[in-house]
Each structure stands twice: as C-alpha cells, then as structure tokens.
C-alpha cells in the first residue's frame, strides 16, 4: 500500500510504499524507535497494533524535545 | 486495541502500558494521578510554599505548570505559584517556545519572569560557547547547564521562592542516573531524586519534580490530548551532548526490554538515603560563597562566574 508519512522531528512529508500492515510494522520499516514517536491519524492517537489503510496519511509526532 | 478499564463501551486506546491499554480519558486520569500521588509521597509541595516553576513552553513545564496549579486548585493548598523562564539565547529555538510560555501563563494566570543569559551574564550563549569552548573545550551543554541553573536559583531566590519545581521526567532523571554512573560523577548522583537541594541552605532553592515517575513519551502524549499549544523545537546543541547518546542508548534498551528507564530509577532510589546522606556531610563542610557573586560555590568561586571569567578574558 501506499501511504503519507509527516515527519515532525525531521519537518518532513514523504509518499512511501509500505510493505506491512501496522503501525508497529511501519516504524520497523521507517527504522524509527516507538519511544520516540506517537502516531497520528486523522487528528487521533493511534497505537502500534493498529492497522493501516492505503492512502492514508499518518503522522509521526516527536516525544523528544527541548535540549 | 481498546481500552482495558472500559468494559461496557469499547473505546479506542491511545496507549498500550505495561499493565493495559488506556483510552484517552483513562490515561489522562492515570497520568494526573500519578504526579499527585508523587508530590503526596515525597512530599513536594506543603501549604506555605512560595512555588517558583522552572519553565520553557516545551512539553514538560507546560505539563508541570499545569499540573501544579490543579494540584494546588484541587486539594486547596495556599501555596503561591509563578514561572521563572530562562531565556538562554539559542537563535530560532527559544523564541519560539517563550511565545507559547508567555501565552500558557496568561491563560492560566501564573505570572512569568524571563531571564536572558544576555542581560544577567552579558552575551547570548550562541555568542558565548565559541568563546567559552576555544579556551576551555567546555561543550554547549555544559556553559548552558552551568548558567541555567546559577540563574534559576538565583532568581528564584530573589523572588523569595521556597521550591524550584521543574519539569524533569523519567528519561531525564534515568539520562541522568546513567550519565553519573558512567563518569564516575558519584557526588552529583546526590543531587537526583524526586526533591534535590537541601532546605537548609540559604543560598540554594529545594527542587522539587512532580514527574518524576512519568515517561518521557507520556508527558507528550498528555500535552497533545489537553491540546497544549506546543511548537516542536529540539535544541540546535543537543545532539552535540553526551546526554544525547546516552538517550538514544536507553530508548534502544526501552523497547528492547520494556521497564530498563523504571528499573534504572527504582536501583537508583533504593541507593539513595546513602548518596543523600554521603552528599549532605559533604555539603556542610564544604559549601561556601563565590567570592565574585556572592552564590553558592564547591569551590572559592562558583562555576557560572568561571565560566564567565573565561568569556570575559576572551573579549
């Protein structure tokens, strides 16, 4: 499937063929750690078991901040 | 997954803990109960405090003032409450957070008091770390660490504060355990836990952190369900620390062996009486007065005033 990711940390929109089907497949392809995001779609909270749809946008908010 | 506290309507959960999914009221409900739960144990905040909050505008001191001020609203407690912002000159970082500070303090009716490195130590740390670092190797975590707390303390105390309470999570306080471990910094392993400081002393501020407990990825999460306005910002120095490394390292064992940041804190708690006890007799003998500012020193003069001393040759 296809899917939009928006990256907060790195201030980013990509379109990626994604392989899987759940949130915690797509940060294992994205080699992002999940302590260190919290995923979003469609203005909710979603969690790693989650399944994805294709074109949909999902977006990956940072937990680290500050310095 | 759905929520395992709401059995009769299914609801979504925005969280999968250790011991269950939490939807989002639930979560917010467990997160809040927690830093209550904290401050009562620990004994945080009493009646008479004249609370000084260390704040930023990022996640962790908008949730802290929050927090503090229900804390307060909730088991009504006459403790005065305020925000102390340092403002320490990083060009497009802390900008940006101060407008979302200035605009959560008014909203919540805490008034606010910002310093800048610029007009309490005489330049901004983007014009002072090249300085400072080309005599002494310092990095800018370092000069910022120094300053910021010198200045926090100082003002705090000026404005009469009996407690700093800040806004250092789990991470940060795990970071912190581990970073001390592996520089051999025993003395300053003293200074952690969920109160540092000591009352006695005239010359330091008691700091105080309701959450302590929290993970770093909960206190995001919370702010993002109360909708606290928050501008994403990393600090362009942050990755250049030795903090850094140690985060990422404990963020990869975190989701390798979920519990690693709680057990580092649960190990480091049950050590504590001894460092508290071994650092006390260690401060009473040797705790003096910069002789340039009149704060409190290890040594004839304190480390914000070396540094500064450094720059100032450097002019």
């Not at chain 2, 080309?134 to 105390?157: E, F, I, Q, S």
């Not at chain 2, 700093?164 to 991470?171: E, K, P, R, S």
């Not at chain 2, 903090?243 to 057990?263: A, S």
């Amino acid at each position: 499937m296809k899917l939009q990711v928006k990256n907060e940390r790195e201030n980013s929109l990509k379109k990626i063929v994604f392989a899987g089907t759940t949130v915690q497949e797509l940060l294992k392809q994205l080699k992002i750690n999940p302590e260190t995001v919290i995923v979003v779609r469609n203005n909710e909270v979603i969690t790693e078991d989650e399944e994805l749809k294709d074109k949909e946008q999902i977006e990956l908010l940072s937990v680290i901040s500050g310095g | 997954m759905n929520c395992h506290l709401c059995q009769k309507n299914p609801t979504k959960a925005v969280i999968i803990l250790q011991h269950g999914a939490l939807c989002k009221s639930h979560f917010l409900h467990y997160f809040e109960e927690r830093v209550f739960k904290t401050i009562n144990k620990y004994r945080l905040i009493e009646r008479n405090d004249r609370l000084c909050v260390a704040a930023s505008g990022g996640k962790d001191s908008q949730t802290v003032l929050y927090l503090t001020k229900k804390y307060l609203e909730n088991y009504k407690i006459p403790a005065t409450l305020e925000a102390l912002a340092i403002d320490e000159g990083i060009d497009g970082y802390r900008e940006k957070t101060l407008v979302d500070l200035k605009q959560f303090c008014k909203k919540l009716n805490v008034p606010l008091t910002i310093v800048s490195f610029q007009e309490a130590l005489g330049k901004p740390l983007d014009e002072a770390y090249p300085l400072v670092n080309k005599d002494t190797k310092k990095k800018p975590c370092n000069v910022c660490g120094v300053w910021r707390r010198y200045l926090l303390n100082k003002y705090a105390k000026q404005k009469g504060a009996t407690k700093v309470v800040t806004g250092h999570n789990l991470d940060d306080e795990a970071q912190a355990t581990i970073m001390n471990i592996f520089k051999a910094h025993t003395k300053l392993a003293g200074r952690l836990g969920p109160v540092s400081g000591t009352e006695e002393l005239d010359t330091f501020a008691q700091r105080v952190k309701p959450l302590y407990f929290c993970p770093e990825k909960e206190v995001r999460l919370y702010a993002l369900l109360k909708e606290f306005q928050i501008q994403f910002g990393e600090c362009p120095y942050a990755r250049e620390g030795f903090r850094h490394d140690i985060q990422e390292m404990l963020n990869t064992f975190e989701h390798k062996y979920p519990g690693t940041k709680q057990g580092i804190i649960n190990s480091f708690l049950a050590l504590m009486p001894l460092l508290k006890e071994n650092k006390e007799k260690e401060d009473n003998q040797k705790i003096k007065v910069c002789n340039s500012c009149g704060e409190a020193a290890n040594h004839e003069m304190c480390n914000a005033c070396k540094i500064k001393e450094v720059l100032d040759a450097a002019k």
